[in-house]
Antibody
């Protein structure tokens, strides 16, 4: 069955970097568009980034543009989110989510999330 | 890009219907067929309930239905049940630079 497992979260100081991973199983990552979505503590959902199914297109929310990079390793069937120049308002649970087939913009499977805390 | 506007809370008795609204603009809800609804129980990941405005994924109860009129999308839960108590978020593709925006979220309480 489809499963997404995030890892790499933790406590980091402002200005530092962190890389999140999302290991996929039950499907081939490179045939689906994939997203990162985050949720600050007690707050709503915020879309972060998308990588298209063929890996050629990557788009970001304005709040992370220029600081975060989405990528994937097809050989490991794993999605990544490289987060640089972290700020306190990046503190959130980060979810990876799979887009429905042929539909970039609805998310049919989600991971359990990994918590990133940016604090000095 | 501001979040789409949802009521903070909606409540109903078991068996009653409720409707949650999601109001945006012509740049997002009003101009997009990519409107989805997600259910989130406390401490859990969101779950897709409706996609492309009106479509229900396999395995989702037919008590859940979606619709849209102008710049407002709606999620209706007919025959409210205890397990429906959760937070609900709408989401839409947007032609703005942000590309995708979620709603502010609605807490559904079963009385």
């Amino acid at each position: 069955q489809v499963q997404l497992v995030e890892s790499g979260g933790g406590v980091v100081q402002p200005g530092r970097s962190l890389r999140l991973s999302c290991a996929a199983s039950g499907f081939t990552l490179s045939t689906y568009s994939m997203h990162w979505v985050r949720q600050a503590p007690g707050k709503g959902l915020e879309w972060v980034a998308i990588i298209s199914y063929d890996g050629t297109n990557k788009f970001y929310a304005d709040s992370v543009k220029g600081r975060f990079t989405i990528s994937r390793d097809s050989s490991k069937n794993t999605l990544y989110l490289q987060m640089n120049s972290l700020r306190t308002d990046d503190t959130a649970v980060y979810y990876c989510a799979r887009a429905r087939p042929y539909d970039f913009w609805s998310f049919d499977f989600w991971g359990q999330g990994t918590l990133v805390t940016v604090s000095s | 890009q501001s979040a789409l506007t949802q009521p903070a809370s909606v409540s109903g008795s078991p068996g009653q219907p409720i409707t949650i609204s999601c109001t945006g603009t012509s740049n997002d809800v009003g101009g997009s067929n990519y409107v989805s609804w997600y259910q989130q129980h406390p401490g859990k990941a969101p779950k897709l309930m409706i996609y492309d405005v009106t479509n229900r994924p396999s395995g989702v109860s037919d008590r859940f239905s979606g619709s849209k009129s102008g710049n407002t999308a709606s999620l209706t839960i007919s025959g409210l049940q205890a397990e429906d108590e959760a937070d609900y978020y709408c989401g839409s593709y947007t032609s703005s630079f942000t590309l995708y925006v979620f709603g502010s979220g609605t807490t559904v309480t079963v009385l």
